[in-house]
């Protein structure tokens, strides 16, 4: 009448299913035998579904009161999800526009926790709480404990995927309150770059770095915990199929040539963005670095030069890497630099389930014999000219610099 109860016990206890289902009152349900989906249907507010409820078959009163809990992983069916509507769910239709969301999609990795992870401050805080509802007096903390607190490091659950070799191929962080919980592995490898923050109110569908699909076969989940900086495992580990319709249809070297290929590219793209992001900071050093010298009177005017120099090394490496924005602002045609390369081939390689292309081999070729000169003259313009101009910047006392670690000794 007012939730929706499970038990294990054969109905001596009953636990609330929740994940999202309000307190309303539900009056049927059904079982999806093949994937073990159930389904609720409630008074007056429609359908609830929960996809694969076998973890509450293994959910004994045993194993609830252990730590955590690690339960079996049904095998996840590799595929490229459409976008019908021009994006994920119902995509840019609006509110009118009814549209109930798919099951994420890849591997669905389900754990137990007995109690939530907290922190020192936390703990201290639940403590005081408890003492004070039991008429005791609390303790203020010492300043050791107050600096431990704030220097202590956030805890995280994590789970492992290894491939049947042992290589881990992936680390996913999961909630750490407790009791049930579920998140879903891409059955990718890790993206070249880093994702970006989440926005403030949840609904995103821009399309995020993704690495590239694994390949089918057995793959392996461990459960582990970082509380004080100290790692525990938690669980036994489960192992799991990465299927794929049609695989057959692919021979296991075409499939194996693909997964290589987007791994060596994704290595490529990484260190392209890496090398964009370092020279665009530097640019922006340099500009502090001119105006600290014309500020600076003991300055000889051989050091602006030089930081001069390295701002137009440093425009010329950037024109190589992203291409010539003075012409493009023109309209003018450009030859496609190194970045527009990598990034066609990443693109039209991030959905692929075929054997890359000779012109996708080609670009790579290409893209990757133009960038090793750039990175090693970059290198060079950071790791020894720039350092070489801000010592003689120390040297004639200019202002510090962002980037710049004084150089300092006592007279």
């Known amino acids: 009448e007012f939730n929706l109860y499970f038990s294990n016990d054969d109905g001596q206890k009953w636990t609330r299913l929740r994940g999202g289902l309000p307190t309303i009152p539900v009056r049927d349900l059904t079982i999806q035998g093949q994937m073990n989906d159930l389904v609720a249907a409630s008074f007056g507010r429609g359908f609830y579904i929960l996809d694969d409820y076998s973890p509450l078959r293994e959910a004994t009163a045993e194993m609830l009161q252990k730590p955590a809990a690690l339960f079996a992983v049904r ?9 019908l509507l021009g994006g994920s769910g119902k995509a840019w239709q609006g509110e009118s526009f009814f549209s109930a969301a798919n099951p994420p999609f890849g591997a669905m990795l389900t754990y137990y926790l007995k109690d939530a992870l907290k922190t020192k401050k936390e703990r201290r805080i639940e403590a005081g709480h408890e003492a004070e ?4 007096s609390t303790p203020y903390p010492t300043p ?7 220097e202590e490091p956030a805890p995280i659950i994590v789970l492992t995927v290894s491939d049947a070799d042992g290589n881990v191929v992936r680390h996913i962080e999961g909630p750490l309150t407790a009791g049930f919980h579920r998140v879903a592995w891409d059955l990718r490898y890790p993206a070249s770059s880093l994702q970006p923050p989440p926005p403030p109110e949840g609904d995103d569908d821009e399309r995020h770095p993704a690495g590239p699909l694994v ?15 100290v790692w525990t495992d938690l669980a036994a580990p489960q192992t799991f199929n990465v299927v794929a319709d049609g695989v057959q249809q692919m021979s296991p070297a075409d499939r194996a040539a693909l997964v290589a290929f987007q791994r060596k590219v994704a290595r490529l793209q990484g260190a392209v963005i890496g090398a964009l992001e370092t020279a665009n900071s530097t640019k922006e050093r340099l500009g502090q670095i001119e105006r600290a010298l014309q500020a600076t009177p003991a300055a000889a005017r051989n050091l602006q030069g030089d930081a001069l120099t390295i701002r137009q090394q440093m425009d010329h490496l950037l024109k190589t890497l992203r291409g010539d924005e003075v012409l493009r602002s023109y309209q003018e045609n450009t ?10 081939v990443v693109s039209a390689e991030r959905l692929s389930t075929a054997r890359p292309t000779q012109t996708q081999i080609d670009e790579y070729g290409i893209a990757g014999k133009e960038f090793v000169p750039v990175l090693a003259k970059l290198r060079e313009l950071v790791e020894v000219d720039l350092m070489k101009l801000e010592k003689a910047m120390d040297l004639a006392g200019a202002p510090h610099t962002p980037g710049r670690l004084p150089d300092w000794k006592p007279e």
Do not use: C, H, N, W
């Not at 095998?75 to 976008?83: I, T, V, W, Y």
């Not at 089918?216 to 004080?228: C, E, S």
């Not at 030859?335 to 066609?344: D, H, K, L």
């Open 215 to 229: 390949m089918p076969g057995q793959y392996r989940v461990t459960l582990a915990q970082r509380v004080g900086g």
């Open 144 to 150: 050791d404990e107050l600096r431990a607190e704030a």
């Open 75 to 83: 095998d996840a069916l590799m595929f490229l999800p459409s976008q």
């Open 335 to 344: 030859a496609p630099s190194i970045a527009e390369r990598v990034f066609q």
């Open 133 to 136: 509802k039991a008429g005791k």
